[in-house]
């Protein structure tokens, strides 16, 4: 049998793109890089040429990933994404396709979640998923903590010092409260609480006890006595719309939605979010 051959769709960044590189090699795998993303591609083709083979195309447009794959009939063993290109079920058939050297068996992500893999066409062509859930729990969660930082920052060395209205609310006079305490969200309650924050939280499963949060009962009941919202809620058909219409109206006036990697905000929701005085930071994303 042949090497293993795998398919890096999105690159790691600088220094991390190196022992990536190399360890894969070093477990004997013939690796491919999509140089789309990758900051200095002719300095890596320099450095990795004769041991690494190279695509450049754009792995989110699905009939270029689809032409990658198959191309001189080869295939590939594994798929690894770092940015969760979606996989869809054309995709995986076109992957496993009985024509190809070397059918898909498995996909890895470099990071928390699978919901960018149909997974039911993967377990139907038999190919397993994988993820790294936690690898990256720390930067998510001061993401959302620092998320508004980078405005005050630039206005800070722009020499624009604004005088409020009224008195600055400080964090301590702010309960924070958090739907999802797994890693993520776990994370974040540290961070917050260490600030002063009072910290509530919400899970859908048992979570580990910390010491900094108050559990409720409900998610309504979160929703509902909140100064900061975080969603930390995985994507799934459990918790699609599980925030929709009736549970922002809950909210009060003012509440400041700072939600992680979850699902899109759908249309006339997103104008309700400003309507009501709910106002929205971090990266947009809701369970809807």
Known sequence: MGRMRVLLLDAAPDKLLDRELERLLGHGLAVTLNLR???????????????????DFDAFDEP?????????????????????????????????????????????????????????????????VTHTPGSNANAVAEFALARNLAAH??????????????????????????????????????????????????SRRPASAEPAVRQVASLKCLL????VVSVHLPLTEQTRGVIGRA??????????????PAAPLPGPTRTEVRCPGVLSCGIALVCA
């Not at 509902?224 to 100064?227: K, M, Q, R």
Request: proline residues 5%; contains cysteine.
């Open 64 to 128: 270029a990933l689809v032409a990658e794959t198959v191309r001189g009939g080869l295939g590939y063993h594994a798929l690894k994404s770092r940015a969760g290109v979606p996989l869809r079920a054309a995709f995986l058939a076109a992957a496993t396709g009985p024509a190809l050297a070397n059918r898909l068996r498995v996909i890895g992500r470099a990071g928390a979640g699978t919901d960018h893999v149909d997974l039911a066409a993967a377990d139907r062509h038999g190919v397993a």
């Open 247 to 260: 549970e922002l109206a809950l909210m009060r006036p003012g509440v400041l939605r700072c939600p992680g």
């Open 153 to 202: 920052n630039e206005a800070a060395h722009d020499g624009r010092w604004s005088t409020p209205a009224a008195p600055a609310t400080e964090l301590p006079e702010l309960t924070l409260d958090i739907a999802g305490l797994r890693r993520i969200g776990s994370a974040l309650a540290r961070r917050a609480a260490a600030l002063g924050m009072t910290v509530q939280g919400f």
């Open 37 to 55: 993303r990758v900051t200095d591609p002719a300095g890596v083709r320099a450095a990795w040429a004769g041991r690494v083979a190279f695509a």
């Open 224 to 227: 509902a006595t909140s100064d």
